[in-house]
Every structure is written in C-alpha cells, then in structure tokens.
C-alpha cells in the first residue's frame, strides 16, 4: 500500500465552534438560508458549502465521511445509519429491474438475505459463487451484470478474495466492483487495489465500541454525489440517515482505530498460532497454513497485521455452545455476536450472524456446525488469556 490511511486521517484537522479540539455537533435538523435563490440552488445540488436538511447531510456527518475518504483513499464518503444501509443504498443505487449482481457466496448473513430474498422482488437477481476462483466469477457474469460483490476477509469463513483480480474482471465487463471491507479496516484499501466502491459497517472494529450501529460507503465524488440526490439518491431518499451525536463520537473512536487494530491484530495472530500448535482446526489469515496467507500478504500494510477474526471448529454445536457458555462464565469473553469489541466476542455462525444461509449451502461452503467466529479482543496479557481459553478447552474436552 503506498499510503498510510492513519497518517491521512491524523492529518485531518477540524476545530468545534469556540476552538474545540473536537468538532462543534450540528444539533439541526435544518438550516437557514441567508436568501431564497440560495435555497433553491441548494436543491438542485448547485451550492457547495451549504446544508439543507439532516438527512442529505450535516457538518458532523461530512467530518465522519471525510475522515473515512481518506483511510480508503477514495473522493469521498457517505455515512449511513448502519453497515446495512449501506449496503442496500448501493445496491440500490447501482442496480435497477432487471439487473444482475455476482457476489461472493461467503458474505455477511444480512447482506446475503438482502439479495437472495428482498431484491429479487425488484427484479434484480444475484448469482453466488466462491470469489475466490476469478474463473467461475467471470463465468457467472452475464449481459445484465451490473456488480461484483465480495467481501476483503468474508465473514464468517475468512476466505481472502484477490481484489485486483476482480477489479481487473469488473474493468474488463464494464461493471462496478464493490467491497465490503469490515473486516480489515486499515489494513488493506480496496480502492487502491481497483474496488469502485468500499463498505464498511462502522459498528465493528471502527467505532469499536458496541454502542452504535453505523455505516459508511466511500466512493468517486460522483457516486456519492449520485447518492445524495434529492431526485434519485437511494441514501436521501430511503433515508439510512446517521444521527450527527452518533458521527461526532464515531468520529472520536475513529482516532485510536490504528493503536486499536494493531493490538487486535496482535492478540489474535498469537492465540491462533498457540491453538494450531495444540492440534485445533483454526482459521486465520496470518498463518501460513491459511489459503488465503500469500494473498493477504501480497494486498496488506504489514503494519496492522492481520486483523482479529479468527475461527475455531470444536466439532459440534453442543461442543460449541458448552464452550462459548464456559469461556463467558470465565469472563474470557462474551457470547454476542458483533465484532471489533474491547473484549473478546465469540457466536456459532451456522446458528447465528450467517443462519440466513440455508443448511446445505452452509454445508457446501464449509461453514460447519461446530465453528466458533472469535472477534479477539485488546486483552493487555495475552498470555495469560491463552491459558484460561485452554482450561476452558480442556474441561470441555475439545483439547
Ligand atoms: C456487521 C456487518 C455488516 C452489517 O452492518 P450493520 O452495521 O450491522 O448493519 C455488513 N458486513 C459485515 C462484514 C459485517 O460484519
């Protein structure tokens, strides 16, 4: 990566309204004008500087969006009330009757219900494939193709999809590539890889702090003005609009994303290399024995790692469960689903975040019944929480 994202973001200077170090919130649902020929230029998108109404934007939510530009070294931002908002504004955005998206078969489970059971009442379609074979993507792209979607490091599976590979397929057939990159923020910027548009869902590891859902797409100046639009904008007009309290202290965590992601990193490669020396089937892209490794490699900034999801399969759900209740009972963590935590968070997927997904395509994917998402948290002695985890493993008998 030639640039660094946290240089860019620490480089970004706002001031609040008496000289606060932090920027003034906008407590305002409307604004203003000084003339009704203003207003009327605002509207048709011809006043740059001057707000009009919360939902198409608010100073708080540009700082956010700002901010969230230039760590994925794109024009610009739109922030949204949740991860999903965001993703179906831009589906919504880019696909209309007709249309037709190939996305990567392991996605985050809401993102899947999305475009198997509410956008084919649009008439759009999507065919799911493994995004990590660019042979069998390319294959299932059709003249009414308008998108490619995957996911950088897909949840729960931590699959690694080669985003300049499919940047290079979407350049190719003249569609958009959009990727979600929740699960690797900082890390790897898919904009600079060729990605057209890139989500995240700011309720993970960028705000960090479960305490609010948020969302945000960064993408050309183009498309977020197209998003924007009071005519046609899918973000204006079906109304995922961010609350600007909630973007001032997103805004806020935003500033120890860096130091956060490095310690999450760090936690998370060091239980994953103890677990696979102790004989336990983990997943985790900075192992070597990981298929996406040499791929992730080849894409990220070695400086935040390799980020901390990592899975375990224990064999079975019963396993799994009486596991995850142990690990919870110990305070090693708890058994939420989410990601991006303080604390150590565990779920099942095939049960939880991904039981969108019907059984037998769980199965075929890989995505087994005993599997545990770990989101690794900033433990301080990592060690030490290594050695609780292992009892716990080895009263429950999976060690
Ligand atoms: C959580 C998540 C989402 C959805 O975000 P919300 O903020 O919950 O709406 C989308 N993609 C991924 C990869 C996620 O983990």
Redesign the pocket.
């Known amino acids: 990566m030639s640039f660094n994202p946290a240089d860019k973001i620490q480089d970004l200077q706002y001031f609040g309204e008496f000289g606060g170090v932090n920027p003034s919130i906008s407590d305002s649902s409307t604004y203003t004008f000084l003339s009704a020929k203003k207003m009327f230029d605002t509207f048709e998108g011809n006043a740059e500087g001057c707000y009009l109404y919360s939902r198409h934007s608010s100073p708080s939510n540009l700082y956010l969006g700002q901010a969230l530009a230039a760590m994925e070294n794109t024009e610009a931002a739109n922030v949204t009330?949740?991860?999903?908002?965001?993703?179906t504004a831009t589906l919504l955005q880019l696909c209309g009757a007709g249309d037709h998206i190939v996305s990567s078969r392991t996605?985050?489970g809401?993102?899947y219900a999305f475009m198997k059971n509410f956008l084919p009442k649009l008439n759009i379609h999507t065919t799911f494939v493994d995004s990590t074979k660019l042979d069998i993507v390319e294959k299932a792209i059709t003249p009414q193709t308008k998108v490619l979607y995957c996911?950088t490091v897909?949840?729960p599976l931590m699959e690694i999809t080669d985003i300049a590979g499919m940047a290079a397929l979407a350049k190719k057939h003249n569609l958009k590539l959009v990727v979600?990159?929740?699960?690797s923020p900082l890390a790897i910027a898919p904009v600079s890889l060729g990605a057209d548009v890139v989500?995240?869902?700011?309720?993970?590891f960028i705000n960090g702090s479960s305490d609010t859902?948020?969302?945000v797409v960064c993408g050309t100046q183009q498309f977020i003005d197209d998003l924007r639009n009071v005519n046609d904008g899918a973000a204006m007009l079906l109304g995922p609009t961010m609350d600007s309290y909630r973007s001032a202290s997103i805004l806020k965590n935003l500033r120890t994303l860096h130091i956060r992601i490095q310690q999450h990193s760090r936690n998370a490669l060091f239980l994953a290399e103890r677990f696979e020396q102790d004989g336990l089937k983990v997943v985790y892209n900075g192992l070597p024995s990981h298929s996406g490794h040499e791929l992730y490699k080849k894409m990220y900034n070695a400086e935040y790692g390799f980020g901390g999801m990592m899975t375990i399969d224990v064999g079975s759900l019963d396993k799994a469960n009486e596991l995850m209740e142990l690990m919870q009972h110990r305070n090693i963590g708890y058994l939420a689903?989410?990601?991006g935590f303080y604390k150590t968070l565990f779920s099942a997927p095939g049960s939880s975040?991904s039981s969108e997904i019907p059984a037998e395509e769980q199965a075929e994917m890989g995505l087994s019944d005993g599997l545990i998402r770990f989101s690794i948290g900033l433990d301080n002695d990592i060690e030490r929480t290594y050695q609780m985890m292992k009892t716990c493993m080895q009263e429950v008998g999976v060690l």
């Open positions: 009330a949740s991860g999903m908002g965001a993703i996605i985050y809401g993102t996911e897909s949840n979600d990159n929740t699960f989500i995240h869902s700011l309720t993970k859902v948020g969302g689903v989410s990601l975040t």
